[in-house]
C-alpha cells in the first residue's frame, strides 16, 4: 500500500506563488509517474501536471503552462508543484496521484492514477 500526503496548501493574492509537496510511503516506492490534479467547487476533477519517476518527461495542462512546474525528488520520495503567477481560477483542492502500472507514457486522466492523497486546498484571492 502507498501513502500519499500533500502540504503546502493556503491563501495568497492573485500574481502570488506557493509549492505543494506530495510525500509518498508504504510499500516500496516507483511508480511510473506521480501527477498533480485539481478539483474546484461543483467542478470535475482535473489533470494538472505529472512527471514520470526517472523525470524523462512531463505533462503540464494548457491552462497552467509556463507557471507551473513539477519537479521531484526521488531520494524523498517526493514530487513538487511550484506554482506562480496564481489567479482566482487556479483555487482548488489540489491533489496528488501516484500511477503504478508499467506504462509508456503519461495519461491525463483520473483514472490512470492507482493511490491518491487527501488533497490541499490552495485559495487564491483577487
Known amino acids: 500500500q502507498v501513502q500519499l500526503v500533500e502540504s503546502g496548501g493556503g491563501l495568497v493574492q492573485a500574481g502570488g506563488s506557493l509549492r505543494l509537496s506530495c510525500a509518498a510511503s508504504?510499500?516500496?516506492?516507483?511508480?511510473?509517474?506521480m501527477a498533480w490534479f485539481r478539483q474546484a467547487p461543483g467542478k470535475d476533477r482535473e489533470f494538472v501536471a505529472a512527471s514520470t519517476w526517472s523525470g524523462g518527461n512531463t505533462n503540464y495542462a494548457d491552462s497552467v503552462k509556463g507557471r507551473f512546474t513539477i519537479s521531484r525528488d526521488n531520494a524523498k520520495n517526493t514530487v513538487y508543484l511550484q506554482m506562480h503567477s496564481l489567479n482566482p481560477e487556479d483555487t482548488a483542492v489540489y491533489y496528488c496521484?501516484?500511477?503504478?502500472?508499467?506504462?509508456?507514457?503519461?495519461?491525463?486522466?483520473?483514472?490512470?492514477?492507482?493511490?491518491w492523497g487527501q488533497g490541499t486546498q490552495v485559495t487564491v484571492s483577487s
Open positions: 508504504g510499500r516500496t516506492f516507483s511508480p511510473y509517474a
Open positions: 496521484a501516484a500511477d503504478v502500472r508499467p506504462r509508456s507514457r503519461i495519461v491525463t486522466m483520473t483514472w490512470g492514477y492507482d493511490y
